[in-house]
Structure formats: structure tokens, C-alpha cells
């Protein structure tokens, strides 16, 4: 009485977890498009998006921290500034606790004009949380945190390798 085993199932078990893994891929390449798309129409690269997007956030910084927080290296980031600063975007300013160093800052057109282009899409997500409980949003805001942490990880060994 010979029998075959059975087949093993290799398919993903059907999760709540795994559906959001399998979701977000998708999200990740659309906004990777979308930044794409707007730095095009800025007349920058990605990377240089980036960075205005870094200097929004963090306000005035170096150059050095500035291609820390891109992955560029010195002659690359200089590139990049150059580039933000021809396409009004930045502009360099004197330490005023250091006369030695340079900042480099956002200007308020650049950073306009970046907004101008996420102004729909932020309503449109404002729009959409508003469907969220509290609890919810937490848990969401949570996630976005640990995922953010996570990629940013990976993304510094895959760097370093």
C-alpha cells in the first residue's frame, strides 16, 4: 500500500499581516514615482529631492549631513547643492555659531513650490484618516515608525556592504 505523500502548501498563509505585506511594495513604488515625477518637474534629480525634503524637516544643515542623510558622498553632495541651489531651492548661508562652516537652507519658493505638488495628495490622506478612530491612527502611526526604522536599517547594512 504505497501513497504519495501529500503535497506540501508553499502558498502564504492569508493574513491580515501578510495582506499588508503584500500592500505595500505597491505603495512604496507609486511614491517612489510620485518623487520622481515632482523632481522632474522641479528640474532636480531624486536624490536631490531628498535632500530638500531633509532640509524641510530638519531645517539649515552641512553639507556632510546632508549626504549622510542622502547617501552621497562629499563631491556628489556639492553636485546636488549646486543643482538645488540653480533651481532656487537652497541657498548657502553662514553658521552664525560658526563662521567657518556653511548651512545650506531651503528657501521658502523651494519649499513652496515642493509643497504645491503633495497639496492634493495631503488632503486626499487627510481625507481618508479621518475615517480612522484615534487608537487606530496610533496604531498606523506606530507601524509607519517601526517600518520607517526597519527600512532605514536595511537601507545603512545594504549601504555599508
Given at each position: 500500500?504505497?501513497?504519495?505523500?501529500a503535497?506540501?502548501?508553499?502558498?502564504?498563509?492569508?493574513?491580515?499581516?501578510?495582506?499588508?505585506?503584500?500592500?505595500?511594495?505597491?505603495?512604496g513604488?507609486?511614491?517612489?514615482?510620485?518623487?520622481?515625477?515632482?523632481?522632474?518637474?522641479m528640474?532636480?534629480?531624486?536624490?536631490?529631492?531628498?535632500?530638500?525634503?531633509?532640509?524641510?524637516?530638519?531645517?539649515?544643515?552641512?553639507?556632510?549631513?546632508?549626504?549622510?542623510?542622502?547617501?552621497?558622498?562629499?563631491?556628489?553632495?556639492?553636485?546636488?547643492?549646486?543643482?538645488?541651489?540653480?533651481?532656487?531651492?537652497?541657498?548657502?548661508?553662514?553658521?552664525?555659531?560658526?563662521?567657518?562652516?556653511?548651512?545650506?537652507?531651503?528657501?521658502?519658493?523651494?519649499?513652496?513650490?515642493?509643497?504645491?505638488?503633495?497639496?492634493?495628495?495631503?488632503?486626499?490622506?487627510?481625507?481618508?484618516?479621518?475615517?480612522?478612530?484615534?487608537?487606530?491612527?496610533?496604531?498606523?502611526?506606530?507601524?509607519?515608525?517601526?517600518?520607517?526604522?526597519?527600512?532605514?536599517?536595511t537601507?545603512?547594512?545594504?549601504?555599508?556592504?
Amino acid at each position: 500500500m504505497d501513497s504519495d505523500p501529500a503535497p506540501i502548501d508553499t502558498a502564504p498563509i492569508d493574513t491580515a499581516a501578510n495582506r499588508v505585506l503584500a500592500a505595500l511594495p505597491d505603495w512604496g513604488n507609486v511614491t517612489s514615482q510620485l518623487n520622481a515625477e515632482i523632481a522632474k518637474r522641479m528640474g532636480v534629480t531624486l536624490s536631490d529631492l531628498d535632500a530638500l525634503h531633509t532640509l524641510n524637516k530638519l531645517g539649515p544643515a552641512t553639507a556632510a549631513t546632508l549626504a549622510t542623510h542622502v547617501g552621497l558622498t562629499s563631491g556628489s553632495v556639492s553636485r546636488m547643492i549646486d543643482r538645488l541651489d540653480d533651481a532656487g531651492c537652497v541657498n548657502r548661508v553662514q553658521d552664525p555659531h560658526d563662521r567657518r562652516r556653511v548651512l545650506i537652507e531651503p528657501t521658502a519658493e523651494g519649499l513652496t513650490r515642493l509643497q504645491a505638488y503633495y497639496t492634493e495628495l495631503a488632503a486626499c490622506t487627510r481625507d481618508d484618516l479621518a475615517d480612522f478612530t484615534d487608537t487606530e491612527l496610533a496604531a498606523v502611526l506606530r507601524f509607519i515608525h517601526m517600518v520607517s526604522e526597519n527600512t532605514t536599517t536595511t537601507l545603512a547594512l545594504l549601504r555599508k556592504a
